[in-house]
């Protein structure tokens, strides 16, 4: 089972309904038929209450990440996290944050629709919707 690191995009075009709202519905449906294992930070969840409540109201976010929160298990951020990040080359530190938190999960890809946010790591990133297809195609060689 893969191990997905989930960015804020992907749940925030979720909740919000935004043009990528298909492909993070099949993405988290994957995630909550247990076919693929979800992490995210804590920074991400922050993300998503601040702009889900920014544009909504703050009990709808909390509720929408209490939802979410039931598939999606919340990365550990410490000194070692933090110092990686802050000796990176990454140009973005939150980026950088979570990268690192990924890597320390050894997570599997980090599913974003802005990839050139992790281009300087190491660790495979793809768009929810080409998870998609790499899932679909391999359940087809299987099959």
């Known amino acids: 089972m893969n191990k997905l690191f989930i960015d804020s995009d992907i749940l925030i075009d979720l909740l919000a309904k935004r043009p990528h709202y298909d492909?993070?519905?099949?993405?988290?449906?994957?995630?909550?038929?247990?076919?693929?294992?979800?992490?995210?930070?804590?920074l991400v969840f922050a993300n998503v209450d601040y702009i889900v409540t920014k544009f909504g109201n703050k009990q709808k976010s909390r509720k929408a990440i209490r939802t979410l929160r039931?598939?999606?298990?919340?990365?550990?951020?410490?000194e070692k996290i933090f110092d990686e990040a802050l000796e990176s080359s990454f140009s973005d530190f939150e980026d950088a944050l979570q990268y690192f938190?990924?890597?320390?999960?050894?997570?599997d890809f980090i599913i974003t629709r802005n990839k050139k946010d992790y281009a300087a790591g190491k660790l495979k990133v793809l768009t929810a919707g080409e998870y998609l297809d790499i899932h679909y195609a391999e359940q087809r060689s299987k099959g």
């Open 23 to 42: 492909e993070a519905l099949g993405l988290l449906a994957l995630i909550a038929e247990n076919k693929a294992k979800a992490y995210t930070t804590p």
């Open 70 to 78: 039931k598939n999606i298990s919340v990365l550990t951020m410490n």
């Open 101 to 107: 938190s990924a890597m320390n999960q050894a997570v």
